[in-house]
T-cell receptor, first 111, second 118 residues
Framework: GEDVEQSLFLSVREGDSSVINCTYT??????LYWYKQEPGAGLQLLTY?????DMKQDQRLTVLLNKKDKHLSLRIADTQTGDSAIYFC???????????FGTGTRLLVSP | EAQVTQNPRYLITVTGKKLTVTCSQN?????MSWYRQDPGLGLRQIYY???????DKGDVPEGYKVSRKEKRNFPLILESPSPNQTSLYFC???FGWGSSGRITDTQYFGPGTRLTVL
């Protein structure tokens, strides 16, 4: 079946850039998503990218997609302590209807 | 305020005692889903619904039931809970499938229900 892998943990200093990586196995993935989960809360959709795109930028967030290597990354510029959370990538062939999530990357931002 | 609400937020129960976790959204969304979150496994979809009276299985439906009698509500039913259903449960809703690129295509999650089955 489909598999989505993420590293478990990332630690950065406030003001640095953070890069969270994700790899997936399903070559039929059409939609790729990034979610943020703050402590005690549900997931918040941050951004998504279609498989026919290489890059998407949204304010401090940049998503890069390497479809050949099935690699997705989320770059957060000027990382703030409020960005500390767990970040999940997810892939789908059809959209929100059926998502396969990664295990999540815990981002810790220190002052 | 647009939101997805879940009740209860925390529940401790015993094996075999039927329970229902409610989910309600106030955005007139057609699409709703249930997920469970377990350490090291991310989120896995239990069931989803495309509209009233239209539901389908996700990846881990065993031991769960759902119903969609009204557009706003999508309860998750555990007829005979077992300890392996101890988990953090999330309900989500969306207007679209997230496949069109429209600004309205966004998915909202509830705050979660932490269930412990003894």
């Amino acid at each position: 079946g489909e598999d989505v892998e993420q590293s478990l943990f990332l630690s950065v200093r406030e003001g640095d850039s953070s890069v969270i990586n994700c790899t997936y196995t399903d070559s039929s993935s059409t939609y790729l998503y990034w979610y943020k989960q703050e402590p005690g809360a549900g997931l918040q959709l941050l951004t998504y990218i279609f498989s026919n795109m290489d890059m998407k930028q949204d304010q401090r967030l940049t998503v890069l997609l390497n479809k050949k290597d099935k690699h997705l990354s989320l770059r957060i510029a000027d990382t703030q302590t409020g960005d500390s959370a767990i970040y999940f990538c997810a892939e789908s062939e059809t959209g929100f209807q059926k998502l396969v999530f990664g295990t999540g990357t815990r981002l810790l931002v220190s002052p | 305020e647009a939101q997805v609400t879940q009740n209860p937020r925390y529940l401790i129960t015993v094996t075999g005692k039927k329970l229902t976790v409610t989910c309600s959204q106030n955005m007139n969304h057609e699409y709703m889903s249930w997920y469970r979150q377990d350490p090291g496994l991310g989120l896995r979809q239990i069931y989803y619904s495309m509209n009233v009276e239209v539901t389908d299985k996700g990846d881990v439906p065993e031991g769960y039931k759902v119903s969609r009698k009204e557009k706003r509500n999508f309860p998750l039913i555990l007829e005979s809970p077992s300890p392996n259903q101890t988990s953090l449960y999330f309900c989500a809703s969306s207007f679209g499938w997230g496949s069109s690129g429209r600004i309205t295509d966004t998915q909202y999650f509830g705050p979660g229900t932490r269930l412990t089955v003894l």
